[in-house]
């Protein structure tokens, strides 16, 4: 009991190592044994490996029963989940301590956590940030830029790993409530508002830039000159003004439900039937 | 396309839906995109550049592409993989490139689902280790025994397609004539706008709609490609962003 207490007062029964360790193996492996029963659940067991293998040393088992209640069931965003690392590895440090903590109190802190960080970080990563470095980072590359790729990989890993590591930290030192908080902040809101602005703009010029659509319709006049549509109307008004009525076009059809690969296949038609009668 | 070069390919497609190099999700936003993997794909096929071009292109389909709570509706990196590897071995043009590539993209997604399908049946393996107390042995559910899996399921069918695709491709491209390529082109440029679309559903809301046609009008009348557009927009969005703050203080209530 002396020893537990002197452990105790020290306040840490896990080695720095161990947080990072299980953390890289939940950056890395959360997805490695993805499946439709557990979905992330034995990616969440394996980041917690290192815990379990610190804490339940010489106690079979207390081993068993942090394995078995971290194969249940888990699903959420990849960076953000970090904080439920931290927060769980936390959790299993107090239980080792003493703390009255059952299978309940891990299970629901878990499922309570994975929908609000998913929910954030899912349009966060994949609606935000990587459509915004893309689309800033495509306009080179399409001009053969190869150190674009390179530097879009570089930007998103840096920020990624950075958000993860700092979640990690503010899960395991400072818990539920604060990373709650955080996800329901007006801090991110704002970013996301800002985000979206400077979205829609670069996405307006993506489709002037890169949507090609133009007519080869001619209406032939009177004294043998010909009228060619594209050319002498249309890109004197407005030059991208078909790309942009298309664009606006698929996104309206997307947005009454019709399904993208329905979208597609419209516009292979369109393409045929345009390409076949001289239209396009 | 030598026999070396297709099993690279294919072991780039294996790579991009595995957790390395970068790691989980960092895999999938990095060598999973098209315009990195068609960059790969062009080393591998000694033309760095037009793979980049090419892949990018592809890419051009996929930006606003959120896959959300494990559904994935489209495979984007058999489409950057395979569609630069083919556009570059055919000669074809980028636009027919990003026609022949989305079809790929729509089949890849059988992967995505077998995978998460066939994963099931190691789960009682993981519960048998839990029940043995054996973290040490958990690397052998989670990484060995998927990713195995992964493999076979992702290499062979690539390995395949790039070799026999690529040795053909170009027969095939010639036998099309003139109007199919025509065709496929015209089609590959009218594609990136079902991606923004996609993407316009995810951000083209409330009070940053009309920044969407200040981008477009300033880029088609001037010409401004996307690197300026996007420097000047990120100081208008701030100047924005600040002017709100002030507005909604004063106004607020």
Known sequence: MDNKDKVQKEGTLLKKKDLRSAWLKWMYYFQSCYNYERMQGIGFLHAMTPIIKRLYKDDPEGRKEAMKRHTQFFNTENALGSAVIGLTAAMEEQKKKGADLDNNAFSSIKTGLMGPLAGVGDPLWQGVVIPLLLVFFLGLAIEGNVIAPILYSAIFYVLYYGVGYWLLNLGYYKGSETILDLMESGAINKVITGAGILGNAVIGGLVANYVSLSTAIQIKQAEGQVFVLQTELFDKIMPGVLPLALTLLCYWLLKKGVSSLKVILVIVAVGIIGGLTGIL | ?253
Request: hydrophobic letters at 55%; glycine letters at 14%; aromatic letters at 12%.
């Open chain 2, 1 to 253: 396309m030598t026999v070396l070069q297709a099993i690279l390919i294919a072991f780039v497609y294996y790579l991009a839906n595995s957790p390395w190099p970068f790691g989980g999700l960092g895999n999938y936003a990095i060598l999973y995109r098209p315009m990195v993997c068609g960059l790969v794909v062009g080393i591998i096929l000694g033309d760095p550049v037009q793979g980049t071009i090419i892949g990018a292109t592809i890419n051009l389909m996929y930006i606003g592409f959120i896959s959300a709570g494990g559904s994935m509706p489209a495979d984007m990196s058999l489409a950057g993989i395979l569609g630069t590897a083919l556009a570059i071995t055919g000669g074809i043009e980028t636009e027919a490139a990003l026609a022949i590539a989305v079809p790929l993209g729509l089949l890849g997604a059988i992967v995505w689902v077998g995978r998460l399908t066939l994963d099931t049946a190691f789960v009682p393996l993981a519960e048998k280790y839990a029940d043995e107390g054996k973290p040490e042995k958990v690397w052998i559910v989670n990484i060995l025994l998927p990713q195995l899996l992964l493999f076979v399921m992702t290499f062979i069918p690539c390995f395949l397609a790039a070799y026999f695709g690529g040795a053909y491709i170009q027969d095939a491209i010639n036998a099309l004539g003139g109007t199919v390529l025509r065709i496929l082109g015209i089609i590959g440029g009218m594609l990136p706008a079902v991606g923004i679309g996609m993407t316009l559903l995810a951000i083209f809301k409330g009070e940053a709609r009309i920044f969407f046609f200040l981008g477009f009008l300033l880029a088609t009348y001037f010409g401004i490609s996307i690197l300026p557009l996007s420097l000047i927009f990120l100081c208008i969005t701030v100047i924005y962003m600040q002017l709100k703050g002030k507005v909604g203080g004063s106004y607020s209530g």
